[in-house]
């Protein structure tokens, strides 16, 4: 079987990244306005359109990991929405830069997660080993800014601080995939509230055309072997596994076909969200609720084409 590139295995890992925001409470403010107050803003910051319940509301503020202020018709009646996703791009600073500047709107252009290419690989040759290839990843987490109207604490907050959150989601993702091997090495991190090539003078120009900040994460990602049973399948097109979420973000169990979680009365962890394998909003369980995953019922095998029923739930 022919090893997919680096780009492609990232690919299903970054559309995991948890999209959902938990917040406590909203205020109506009275002018068009309302402020939701959320302890984990994620990498929310201004000038995006956000869908909750099928209303659009566009972000006027952020406060990071405080509040939120929106715009909109109404008051909004939820508490845990789904936000914008990143975009991602692979490629070389100039391959990357001439894609983006064919995009009129920043929403398709930011919030970025660019690998850099080219990279390294180091490929196990040793047929019994379970892993496939260790990756050498650039990988760089870019938004907006302003620099030359912030201060150095603007930058930190309003740039800086959203793309950290941002990494480190996309961190527990990677962290968690079935198909990357335990990360034993130490990944290095640098923040770019001015992200651009520097000199020592300090920068000269804008890498992409534009001012940004950035946060640098450089990873070795060890990936598993792939087989070819499982090259394409979908081995299920429902919501499983589901993440089960308190208010606060964390995670409190992830559910595989046939399993359950019965939410538990009182507490400050209710009620819970679910999220689905592609970190969407599933469903929102208040105390005492019960929320169960769909059964997968067969496993397609994309080689020879055959169906295989499964007796036992998939663990």
């Not at 299903?12 to 302890?39: E, H, L, R, W």
């Not at 952020?62 to 909004?76: E, K, Q, Y």
């Not at 969200?273 to 997968?296: C, M």
């Amino acid at each position: 079987m022919e090893t997919r590139q680096i780009f492609e295995r990232l690919i299903p890992i970054i559309n995991m990244i948890d999209a959902s925001v938990i917040c406590q409470s909203v205020v109506d403010n009275g002018d068009g306005s309302y402020t939701f107050q959320s302890k984990y803003t994620k990498w929310l910051t201004p000038g995006y359109n956000i869908t909750i319940l099928g209303v659009e509301y566009f972000i006027t503020s952020v406060d990071f990991n405080n509040t939120i202020t929106v715009t909109g018709p109404s008051l909004p009646t939820v508490l845990t929405f789904d936000i914008y996703r990143p975009i991602f791009k692979h490629g070389t600073m100039k391959r990357v830069a001439n894609e983006l500047n064919e995009v009129v709107l920043q929403a398709g252009r930011l919030p970025l997660i660019w690998l850099k290419e080219i990279l390294d690989e180091r490929i196990h040759f040793d047929v019994t080993e379970s892993i496939d290839n260790d990756a050498d990843c650039n990988l760089y987490f870019i938004t907006a800014c302003d620099f030359p109207n912030w201060s150095q604490l603007d930058g930190d907050v309003k740039a800086i601080r959203p793309m950290r959150a941002l990494m480190n989601e996309f961190i527990k993702v990677l962290a968690n995939n079935q198909y990357v091997a335990e990360l034993t090495s130490v990944g290095q991190v640098k923040n770019f509230k001015n992200f651009g090539t520097y000199d020592d003078k300090g920068v000269q120009r804008n890498i992409f055309n534009e001012p940004l900040s950035a946060v640098h994460l450089r990873i070795t990602i060890p990936f598993f072997k792939e087989c070819d049973c499982c090259d394409g399948s979908q081995l299920d097109n429902r919501p499983a596994p589901g993440y089960v979420l308190d208010n606060a973000g964390n995670i409190l169990a992830v559910l595989y076909s046939n399993e359950y979680y019965i939410v538990q009365g009182g507490g400050t962890c209710l009620p819970v969200t679910i999220l689905d394998q592609y970190g969407n909003t599933i469903d929102s369980v208040a105390s005492g609720g019960t929320y169960e995953v769909t059964a997968l019922e067969s496993i397609v095998d994309t080689i020879n084409e055959n169906e295989y029923n499964i007796i036992e739930q998939l663990n």
